[in-house]
């Protein structure tokens, strides 16, 4: 079985750096990801992900303490 290790990905690494350069492939994984996406919902086998929606900042704590005047 053809295992990829560690040099292998490097060097493909490497390449895709040369060909597309770092500023695109951080849209190129986003684009990959959302194909595969929507591959597997049109399979049927994809379920639907909703994203994680982070929980609102926490309000500060009420000064128990009145100023010092």
Do not use: W
Not at 15 to 25: E, H, R, T, Y
Not at 40 to 54: L, Q
């Amino acid at each position: 079985m053809m295992g990829m290790r560690l040099p292998e990905l490097l060097v493909i690494g490497f390449v895709l750096v040369l060909l597309f350069g770092s500023s695109k492939l951080p849209q190129l994984g986003a684009g990959l990801g959302q194909s595969i996406r929507n591959f597997k919902k049109a399979m049927g086998g994809g379920e639907e992900e909703k994203p994680a929606t982070p929980a609102p900042p926490a309000a500060p704590a009420p000064n128990d303490q009145a100023p010092k005047a």
